[in-house]
């Protein structure tokens, strides 16, 4: 009980709450000792109080981010280890350290570096694993999270900055892991060399001028190692974590978004504060990222440059790949018809064909996302602010453009391999481009179609479950011979025999609860059916099939 009790007559007693008593005795006290005494009450909420009670939602999804900081934080700790260790010069040596196949060859002091680290550096192997692993985690967790922000509708006002900024984390993380790729000038690295030449080439009027300072020189020059390296280890690491810092600023600026759920709205985050319980599951997350990560480069091989031999302007081995995550780029060049548009400019300026896989369309996949947002509210003439999230099913229009977005990629990236598989099944290279160029033609529509029915099916099928009840697996014979399946219906019907629940956009039960499960538990797949199942009281009467509020027949 707060309340004290008062007396002021005799006889008379007043009921005095807490806080009108401190009133009374504020205004009583002489004001140099109110101060205080109401200070030491109100305590002030700190800046830094406000950032640690801040409270965010759980749910695994909201941890692609954190799985994609944690990869980076290692990326950095592995990526200075290396750099005390290699050197980025072209300069040859020849080669004299401990692996013997490679012994006496001529190759850069870059590819020997890196066969140092290999073989020669205590831990430099797993290092130099690790830091792979690392990099291929971080750009998987980006697409997960990207993936996730996208099918979710968190881009949605007030996040399209964060959206936007997410994004560039991804391109920039992206040309971060080709430049260290290439920085090895292994046997592989000079194929992925070779490209971006032929890329840079391709650009109308000013290819050759950026080719030529890129290059500094004829390919593969002397100088783009070096290049590649400060671009590696200082601009574009100091980018990522720039972007990294914008994104958790825009973070705490607004709250968080969070899935629907009971006592979530529009208006509040229902979730964990972030001291104590929060930044304790992060803290065991990122050991969990950094244990992942340690085992793979210790146990897993990952790009073996030993066997592939130093660099040759020259050559380029059979079935060379770029990184998975780079294929798409690769397909679209080996798609592209050899279409050589010749404007009439003077004597005619030719635009080779490969300027519009590598150059235009990696454009529009950059702009592209970016402007979605944009298009989509306009679209839907919507600019309010949501912190709920979608589920992908009741948004059936985005998830299917997504759906269909990711088939491209998928396609091109398939067909980015299209010599290895041709090679692999015996079938003709040319016969692979063609199938590549009508897949690419006709999957992605049909993704899309799929994708938007299966979201129509899915929310049909939650509005059933809400109406007519969860199946139970229980099919009841009748007593005219008839069957009918016995399902839960989720709250007691109305006086109409029907159960009016309405769809609010959050998951509605797909399991039994256990009072049904136990009567059915121990008669079924793996266990004989001694006696006849039970029908829980709820499920209605035995007779016409139609008396039972909750039954589906079918
Ligand atoms: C401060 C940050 C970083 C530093 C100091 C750094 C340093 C290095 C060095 C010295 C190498 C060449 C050594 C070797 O692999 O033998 C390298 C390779 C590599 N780096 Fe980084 N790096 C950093 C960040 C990143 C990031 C953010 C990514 C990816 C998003 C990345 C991806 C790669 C890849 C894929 C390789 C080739 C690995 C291999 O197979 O050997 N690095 N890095």
């Known amino acids: 009980m707060n309340e004290r009790t008062t007396t002021d007559a005799p006889g008379i007693e007043h009921r005095v709450d807490p806080a009108t008593e401190r009133r009374r005795r504020d205004r009583a006290a002489p004001p140099g000792r109110t101060a205080p005494a109401s200070d030491e009450r109100r305590r002030p909420t700190t800046p830094l109080r406000g950032v640690l009670n801040r409270v965010f939602p759980e749910h695994w999804s909201f941890l692609l981010g954190e799985i994609a900081l944690y990869s980076l934080v290692m990326l950095v700790v592995t990526g200075v280890f290396l750099a005390a260790f290699f050197e980025p010069s072209m300069d040859e040596i020849v080669y004299d350290g401990s692996y013997t196949p490679l012994r006496g060859t001529a190759m850069s002091e870059a590819y020997a570096s890196t066969l140092d680290i290999s073989f020669d550096v205590r831990g430099g192997l797993l290092v130099r694993q690790m830091h792979h692993w690392a990099s291929m985690l971080f750009i998987a967790s980006t697409i997960m999270y990207l993936l996730r922000v996208f099918f979710t509708g968190a881009f949605r006002k007030p ?72 671009l590696h280890v200082l601009l574009l690491p100091a980018l990522l974590l720039a972007l990294i810092a914008v994104l958790i600023g825009l973070r705490l600026r607004h709250k968080p978004a969070q899935w629907l759920g009971p006592g979530r709205t529009n208006a509040n985050v229902v979730g964990e504060r972030l001291f104590p319980p929060y930044a304790v599951k992060q803290v065991g997350l990122f050991v969990l ?200 219906p989720l709250a007691a019907p109305g006086p109409d025999g029907r159960t009016k629940l309405p769809y609010t956009g959050q998951p509605v039960p797909k399991k039994v609860n256990h009072l049904v499960t136990l009567a059915t538990r121990d008669q079924g797949f793996l266990t004989p059916i001694d006696s006849p199942a039970r029908v829980p009281a709820t499920v209605g009467q035995e007779g016409d099939p139609a008396d039972a509020p909750a039954l589906r027949r079918g």
């Not at 199938?435 to 129509?456: D, Q």
Request: some cysteine; charged content about 15%.
């Open 289 to 488: 990222v950094f244990g992942v990560i340690a085992l793979l480069g210790g146990l897993v091989q990952v790009n073996p440059v030993w066997l592939f031999g130093p660099s040759h302007a020259a050559v380029a081995a059979s079935a060379s790949q770029p990184a998975w995550y780079l294929m798409f780029l690769d397909g679209a060049v080996r798609l592209m018809p050899p279409w050589e548009i010749t404007l009439p400019i003077g004597d005619g300026y030719a635009i080779p064909p490969t300027f519009w896989p590598a150059v235009v369309l990696p454009t529009i996949l950059v702009v592209l996302p970016m402007v979605y947002p944009l298009l989509e509210a306009r679209m839907h003439r919507d600019n309010r602010e949501h912190h709920l999230l979608d589920r992908p099913r009741d948004v059936p229009t985005r998830t299917a453009l997504g759906a269909m977005a990711i088939t491209f990629y998928l396609v091109l990236t398939v067909f980015g391999a299209s010599d290895v598989i041709a090679f692999t099944f015996d079938v003709s290279t040319n016969a692979m481009t063609w199938a590549g160029r009508v897949a690419l033609l006709l999957l992605p529509p049909a993704a899309y179609w799929i994708t938007y029915r299966i979201c129509l099916g899915l929310q049909q099928h939650d509005r059933e479950v809400l109406a007519h009840g969860v199946e139970t697996g229980i099919i009841r014979r009748l007593p005219h011979g008839g069957y009918m399946e016995v399902l839960q």
């Open 159 to 230: 996040r399209k900055p964060k959206w936007i900024v997410g994004l560039l984390v991804f391109w920039v993380g992206l040309f971060t892991s080709y430049t260290g790729y290439m920085m090895l000038d292994d046997g592989l690295s000079a194929s992925g060399l070779r490209v971006l030449w032929s890329i840079t080439l391709s650009v109308p009027l000013v290819g050759t001028w950026l080719t030529s300072t890129l290059f500094g020189g004829e390919f593969p020059g002397e100088v783009i190692i070096g290049r590649f390296y400060i």
